[in-house]
């Protein structure tokens, strides 16, 4: 069991640093929650933007299509999902036929074999563990992925930033609070103020801004900054999500629950464009399509053909999809190369 598993590396070694128990709880190979089941959609734990329905999809495939003419249409245009879970934004991307893909390759890259078992798979919809490594052209999707790589805690002792460990008393894990962080925090370390340190998903853009010759990296996600989150409880920014249900404390359940933070963006590589979800898809032209499909639906309900009833959900996903309280809210950044695509 990955309890036990955590627990005689933690008497063996020593406290584990936070990133260290988090990759353990998400991807441990056996017993992580991503590696046994855990997924996103409406009979998985949690809804994202493209398992809400196919608008968000066909909306991303208007921007792969505006970064591939913005490039002078390149033939071997490359598109990249990181994090790519079952295929849903892929199948709906495909599904909208985007001009740039007609001689060029998507990618799903998904850690979780179990997910990538379950991705559809054609000549244009590739499946791998890993992102390519070698240079292309072309462009990276990141939904909802970054909030989900292993990041660390510091805690503010009044002076400075120490970090916060994962140790076992009474075999129960339980915090430990280690020496002096090395991290250049520049928030100030009030007594018990909290940050999350997301290394993990800076060096995760700069190798991904390093790969592309020409082209654009996506990332959309909940978002916040270090001095925001320093002065939130950390239950209101670190979260645990299982069947729709927010679930226990982080240190409990080990692999049984998803574990969250939301990104702190001062802490990503400079460059990007930023806007919400809901201004970028009102860029992509969502209020258009939703009107269409209004006048799709009343010319052929009587019918109540599933034409009919795919356009009358767009003003239903569109709803979501823009719901200022909730996806609409979420942080877009864009970083373009060169940056005046
Ligand atoms: C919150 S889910 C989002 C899934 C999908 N993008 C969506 O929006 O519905 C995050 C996904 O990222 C995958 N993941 C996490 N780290 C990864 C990595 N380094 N490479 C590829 N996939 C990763 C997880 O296994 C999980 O399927």
Redesign the pocket.
């Known amino acids: 069991m990955l309890a036990d598993h955590l627990k005689n590396r933690i008497s063996e070694n020593g406290p584990l640093s936070f990133s260290e128990f988090v990759e353990s709880c998400?991807?441990d190979s056996n017993d992580g929650f991503?590696t046994k089941e855990?997924?996103?959609?409406r009979r998985g734990d949690?809804l994202?933007?493209?398992?809400v329905g196919p608008l968000f999809g066909f909306l991303l495939a208007n921007w792969l299509d505006e970064i591939w003419k913005n490039l002078n249409k390149p033939e071997n245009f490359q598109v990249i999902?990181?994090?790519?879970?079952s295929g849903?934004?892929a199948r709906a991307i495909i599904d909208a036929k985007p001009k740039c893909l007609e001689n060029g390759i998507y990618t799903m890259?998904?850690?979780?074999q179990k997910?990538r078992e379950a991705q559809p798979i054609s000549d244009k919809l590739i499946s791998s563990?890993?992102?390519p490594e070698h240079p292309f052209v072309g462009a990276v999707i990141?939904?909802?992925?970054l909030?989900?790589?292993p990041f660390d805690l510091l805690e503010g002792d009044g002076e400075c930033w120490k970090e916060v460990h994962v140790g076992l008393a009474d075999d129960e894990f339980v915090e430990i609070l280690m020496g002096e962080s090395e991290e250049k925090v520049k928030v100030s370390p009030l007594k018990g103020s909290r940050v999350p340190i997301q290394s993990q998903a800076n060096e995760?853009v700069g190798s991904i801004l390093e790969n592309i010759t020409k082209g654009s990296l996506l990332v959309i996600d909940y978002g916040s900054t270090t001095q925001e989150m320093s002065q939130r409880d950390q239950d209101s920014w670190l979260r645990t999500f299982r069947k729709h249900s927010r679930g226990e404390k982080p240190l409990n359940d080990v692999g049984n629950q998803?574990i969250?933070v939301e990104v702190a963006i001062d802490q990503l590589p400079e460059g990007a464009f930023v806007s919400t979800q809901e201004d970028f898809l009102k860029n992509q032209g969502i209020d258009d399509l939703v009107e269409e499909g209004r006048q799709t639906w009343k010319e052929f309900s009587s019918v109540g053909d599933l034409k009919a009833v795919k356009a009358r959900s767009r003003a239903t996903e569109a709803e979501a999809l823009l719901d200022p309280m909730g996806l609409g809210a979420f942080f877009v950044l864009e970083w373009h190369i060169p940056s005046s695509i």
């Open positions: 998400l991807y991503y855990g997924k996103a959609g949690f994202t933007s493209p398992e999902e990181v994090g790519a879970g849903t934004l890259v998904e850690i979780s997910l563990p890993k992102i990141a939904n909802e992925l909030d989900n790589l995760w998803d969250t």
